[in-house]
């Protein structure tokens, strides 16, 4: 490229470390009107990757179903955002990857393994971290 360097300035990057080991974060996914929608959630960590439980029937999962890209930054119980937001790609698992993400919210919560979770439980990766301009 006779010298030329190209910067991607959008690059993926692993879990921002703002977002490593908080209690919540605050998912932020789209209507299909492209009106935000912002919801404190629990979530686990491994490989780079998120991991939240949701259930089948809510309104998070609808919108992930029909647009991937969310937004996270981490929050208080509440919701209030306390720190930066990072653009990012949601991914619906297939049920034979449950076992695996469930495991990551066991090990960081202990009132997930009480199992009284509703049977529409479903389990989404969050992954391709990118810093919000």
């Known amino acids: 490229m ?31 009107s492209g009106v935000p929608v912002p919801t404190p959630i629990w979530f686990g960590e491994h490989d780079d990757k998120l ?47 449950w076992p695996a993400a469930r495991k990551t919210l066991h090990r960081k919560y202990w009132l997930a393994r009480i199992p009284f979770w509703s049977k529409k439980n479903v389990y989404i990766q969050i992954d391709g971290f990118t810093s919000n301009p």
């Open 51 to 97: 991991y939240v439980m949701t259930r089948s029937d809510s309104g998070k999962y609808k919108r992930l179903r029909n647009n991937p890209a969310v937004r996270v930054a981490p929050c208080t119980v509440r919701g209030k955002v306390t720190g930066p937001q990072f653009t990012a790609t949601a991914r619906i698992l297939p049920p034979e990857d």
């Open 2 to 32: 006779s010298g030329r360097h190209i910067f991607s300035y959008n690059t993926a990057m692993p879990i921002p470390r703002e977002i490593q080991g908080q209690k919540y974060i605050s998912l932020t996914t789209l209507r299909k």
